[in-house]
C-alpha cells in the first residue's frame, strides 16, 4: 500500500507561482512513476505531468508545458510540481498519483494505482 499526501497549494494571483509537493510512504518510491493531474469544478481529472523513477523521463500536457515542471527526491519520497506564470485556468484540485509496479506510465488515469487527497489551487486573475 502507498499513502501520498499533498501540500502547497494555495490562493495566488495569475502570473505567480506555487510548488506542490507529494510526499509518498508505504513502498519502494523509488521504483514507481509519480505524477500529477488536476479537476476543476465540473470538469473531468485530467493530466498535468509524469516523472519515471530515475527522474530522466517526463511527460507533460501541452497546456503546461513550459510553465511547470515536475521533480522528485528519492531520497526524500517526495515528489514536486514548481508552477510558474499560473492562469486563471489553472484552478483546480491537483492530486499526486503513483503507478503500483515498475514500467512506463503515461497520462491515463487508469495506469496509475495510488491517489492522494488532493490540494486546492486558484488562481485569480
Known amino acids: 500500500q502507498v499513502q501520498l499526501v499533498e501540500s502547497g497549494g494555495g490562493l495566488v494571483q495569475a502570473g505567480g507561482s506555487l510548488r506542490l509537493s507529494c510526499a509518498a510512504s508505504?513502498?519502494?518510491?523509488?521504483?514507481?512513476?509519480m505524477a500529477w493531474f488536476r479537476q476543476a469544478p465540473g470538469k473531468e481529472r485530467e493530466f498535468v505531468a509524469t516523472i519515471s523513477w530515475s527522474g530522466g523521463y517526463t511527460l507533460y500536457a501541452d497546456s503546461v508545458k513550459g510553465r511547470f515542471t515536475i521533480s522528485r527526491d528519492n531520497a526524500k519520497t517526495t515528489v514536486y510540481l514548481q508552477m510558474n506564470s499560473l492562469k486563471p485556468e489553472d484552478t483546480a484540485v491537483y492530486y499526486c498519483?503513483?503507478?503500483?509496479?515498475?514500467?512506463?506510465?503515461?497520462?491515463?488515469?487508469?495506469?496509475?494505482?495510488?491517489w492522494g487527497q488532493g490540494t486546492q489551487v486558484t488562481v485569480s486573475s
Open positions: 498519483a503513483a503507478s503500483g509496479s515498475s514500467g512506463y506510465r503515461g497520462a491515463r488515469l487508469y495506469e496509475y494505482d495510488y
Open positions: 508505504g513502498r519502494t518510491f523509488s521504483s514507481s512513476f
